[in-house]
């Protein structure tokens, strides 16, 4: 890519690659920077699952800054030869949960999880229940290659029991937790400590934060009187609120409610 513009210092260092191998989507450099430029320059502790040939682990340690620490997991021992300076690998799989339980203790808790390994719905979904944890309460944890929650050989299709995308779904739901009058959608571990969910082609990311309940506020004069919707007969109130709380139970559509 010659006299190009690029978007971004990732995108720039990636086109003018000729060390390490690195492999990725076009597309990831702009999301990347969107959620990883607050970090530069920072003492971040940084995780990448995948390491392959080792050049992104590179890639960030260039980006980030000296200051980073930039870790690896790789199943692979070959990707051991890839440390050097602040880049250190763990040899061992995403999915091995006792390998994982291990990694804890050897690691200090992770400002920006990457997960970009193996991508089987199993993987994806181990490492992100071990690891979430670990992630700081203001650190992000982003999970990539995401398109292969459609792909019957690594476990995935669509809407698919196990899918690591139907699972990720549930997150929306969780941040709004709070405001859940239903058993079925109660405040969790997840409701207090996600920020937001960003859902791109491929691409998952979580911002942590420590959450509490939110808070509505009204300030200003009223300018006219509010319908609050007290008004109208009290039985037609009271039959429509219990259709709808039968429909509301079997998941159906409300009525009577414009
Ligand atoms: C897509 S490549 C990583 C690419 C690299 N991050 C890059 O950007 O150039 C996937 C890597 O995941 C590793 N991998 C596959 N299964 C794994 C597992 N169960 N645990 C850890 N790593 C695994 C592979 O050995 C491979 O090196």
């Known amino acids: 890519m010659e006299n ?5 210092d990732l995108e720039k260092y990636f086109y003018n690659n000729s060390g390490r191998l690195i492999t990725k989507w076009k ?32 890639m960030w340690q260039n980006y980030f800054g000296p200051k980073a620490k930039i870790y690896g997991i790789d199943i692979d021992p070959r990707c051991k030869a890839f440390e050097k300076g602040n880049i250190e690998i763990h040899i061992g799989s995403q999915s091995d949960r006792n390998f994982l ?35 700081k309460d203001d650190g992000l944890y982003m999970c990539e290659d995401m398109h292969t929650c459609y792909w019957l050989h690594y476990g995935g299709g669509h ?6 995308m139907e699972y990720s779904k549930n997150f929306i739901d969780y941040i709004n937790a709070w405001h859940s009058k239903q058993n079925s959608l109660t405040v969790n571990k997840f409701t207090k400590t996600m920020h937001s969910v960003h859902f791109y082609d491929s691409i998952l990311a979580v911002e942590k934060r420590v959450m509490t309940e939110p808070v509505s506020l009204r300030m200003g004069t009223p300018s006219f009187e509010e319908d609050l919707g007290n008004s109208g007969n009290g039985l037609g109130k009271k039959v429509k609120k219990l259709v709808n709380l039968i429909l509301q139970y079997f998941r159906l559509p409300s009525v009577g409610i414009d």
């Open 101 to 135: 339980t291990d990694l804890k203790k050897k690691i200090p808790k992770v400002d920006i999880l990457l997960d970009d390994g193996g991508h089987t719905m199993n993987q994806m979904r181990v490492s992100f229940d071990e690891l979430y944890d670990h992630i």
């Open 159 to 164: 809407k698919r029991t196990n899918s690591f």
């Open 4 to 8: 190009q513009q690029y978007s971004n």
């Open 27 to 58: 597309h990831y450099f702009e999301i990347y920077d969107r959620h990883f430029s607050k970090y530069r320059g920072k003492e971040i502790v940084f995780l990448e699952i995948g390491v392959f040939h080792g050049g992104s682990l590179e």
